[in-house]
């Protein structure tokens, strides 16, 4: 489980807006990636979610 963990880690801090990518893909990525983290468990402050986008 840690090493999912680990995993959804580095892609919350490796989320970024790739050039063409429309904004209703960035944000299902992103929600979807924000669910996973919830599913597993992993806090993120409203701070570091929001700072991403």
Known sequence: MSSQND?????FE???????????ALIGWF????SEMKNAEIVVSSFWGTRSF
């Open 7 to 11: 995993v959804l880690k580095q892609k």
């Open 14 to 24: 490796g989320f970024s807006y790739i050039p063409g990518e429309s904004a209703e």
């Open 31 to 34: 929600a979807e990636l924000l």
